[in-house]
């Protein structure tokens, strides 16, 4: 009788293990399935309703956890206020290239969206819960307009792209995910790159293979680079704004410089976005 | 664990709603930056309980189901999990469990053993880009945050499953016997 009951629970086990590996086979780099849909589906009001309920106590959770990190800063934006009393004259001439800037990135006063693209707002419903991956689901999908590809801004810059969509939601794929690369140029100057993550610290992107003989100084807006070429085209809308360079240290003898990038969006703590449907790809 | 159809039932409700809670609510929060999983927890305290069959099973449900809510690769959540329910559950059936403290502490290292996994698939799959040191102390936070939820959420799935559960018959004998009457 033990016997038979060991035998039973090995083969319940060998079962499951096989069908991990058989549903990673099959599912793997493909975006939505139907199972997928259909419990995207089923779930996707739940999620909604649960999304709004669960506000306020997680309002109150992040107010915790920006109020330990606003006493840590509060010492060092002392510092700060006496370095930033002397550039106050440098400061002026920033505001003058910021409002240079803006024209150049084409900023209309309500975000940054580009002509050509028609927006559609979706609200952050769920978000991958450990540090390996950074997706986060949103309400908007194919029923919306939103398709594989389109990319996804906020009100503060890019934040990602959808990678995959149901009838009622979309999976947006953000640019902290160790499998994102965007095509992107530092302003003003030019300088060419590709930006890509840290894994595990969404508040430090890396703008890598950029010509290290053009000088790019700390305090450069990043924006996308939108390039076309021969009927192919990058995923990204030109002049989206990504960052500021916060580090951008200079090797010596390397053809190819890499700079620190801080993403003006908050990856962390996202509510509405907006997916940029439509638009020429090339 | 005797598994009735209305202990079942709890059981497939705890998985939803503990999927459902993780992905809407303790994945958007963050203390310290870092975000709590109380999937591990849940799925630890269930194999503690309830043994390595029902932890390998819930496990596997578990990250089935957030797999598909997050459209991701569908397996490797669930091999994860279910890694992680059954060794718990194992635990529960070579060791006794004698402290208070011993569940949270085991949910404590089965959901560092969990991220460590969950990386490990990511890894496996292929990843494009530079690892910060961060992804560590996010790690050993996140195990510390379960050592804290841990303790509720043991606590609640055993309230939850007590008729369900099958006790030791030591810790059964040692019990004062009800004298009838007084």
Redesign the interface.
């Known amino acids: 009788m033990y016997r038979k009951q060991v035998r039973r629970r090995r083969a319940v086990l060998a079962l499951l293990v096989v069908s991990g590996f058989v549903l990673l086979t099959i599912t793997y780099g493909r975006g939505s399935n139907g199972l997928q849909s259909g419990v995207s589906a089923v779930f996707s009001p739940v999620e909604s309703v649960s999304d709004r309920a669960l506000k306020p106590a997680r309002d109150l959770v992040n107010w915790f956890d920006k109020t330990f990190d606003a006493r840590g800063e509060n010492s060092k934006l002392h510092t700060e206020l006496e370095a930033a009393r002397e550039l106050g004259v440098g400061a002026q001439a920033a505001i003058a290239e910021n409002r240079e800037l803006r024209k150049l990135l084409k900023l209309d006063e309500g975000g940054a969206i580009p002509s050509g693209y028609t927006p559609v707002t979706g609200q952050v419903i769920a978000r991958s819960s450990t540090e390996w991956t950074s997706d986060v689901m949103i309400d908007a999908g194919s029923g919306d307009g939103v398709k594989v590809g389109d990319p996804v801004v906020n009100g503060d810059g890019l934040v990602g792209s959808v990678t995959a969509a149901t009838g009622s939601s979309a999976k947006v794929t953000l640019i902290a995910d160790h499998s994102s690369g965007v095509s992107a140029k530092v302003v003003p100057g030019g300088n060419q790159g590709v930006i890509k993550p840290s894994l595990g610290d969404p508040g430090d992107l890396i703008l890598d293979f950029i010509d290290s003989t053009k000088r790019v100084g700390v305090g450069q807006a990043v924006v996308t680079a939108g390039w076309s070429s021969r009927g192919i085209a990058s995923g990204y809308p030109p002049n989206l704004p990504i960052g500021e360079v916060t580090d951008a240290p200079l090797i010596e003898q390397e053809a190819e410089q890499q700079v620190h990038v801080r993403p003006y969006a908050d990856l962390r703590n996202l509510d509405l976005v907006q997916v940029l449907t439509g638009g020429w790809r090339g | 664990m005797i598994l009735t159809p209305k202990i079942l039932a709890r059981l497939v409700a705890l998985v939803v709603i503990g999927v459902?809670?993780?992905?809407?609510?303790?994945?958007?929060?963050?203390?310290?930056?870092v975000?709590p999983?109380v999937?591990p927890a849940l799925i630890v305290s269930l194999g503690l309980l309830g043994g390595?069959?029902t932890g390998?099973?819930s496990g596997?449900s578990a990250?089935?189901?957030?797999?598909?809510?997050?459209?991701?690769?569908?397996?490797?959540g669930?091999?994860v999990l279910?890694g992680t329910g059954?060794l718990a559950g194992l635990f529960r059936e070579r060791f006794e469990i004698t402290s208070r403290l011993l569940p949270p502490i085991l949910i404590a290292l089965f959901t560092l053993f969990a991220?460590l996994g969950?990386?490990a698939?990511?890894l496996a799959?292929g990843?494009?880009?530079?690892?910060?040191?961060?992804?560590v102390r996010?790690?050993l936070v996140?195990s510390v945050f379960a050592f804290f939820l841990g303790w509720p959420i043991y606590l609640g799935v055993k309230r939850l499953l007590r008729p369900a559960i099958v006790e030791d018959p030591e810790r059964r004998r040692g019990r004062r016997p009800t004298v009838v009457g007084a």
């Open positions: 459902l809670l993780q992905v809407t609510f303790f994945s958007r929060v963050a203390l310290f930056h975000s999983d999937l390595s069959m390998a099973v596997f990250g089935l189901l957030l797999n598909c809510l997050l459209i991701a690769p569908l397996g490797g669930s091999l279910m059954y991220e969950f990386g698939v990511e799959l990843v494009d880009s530079s690892i910060s040191a961060l992804v996010d790690m996140k």
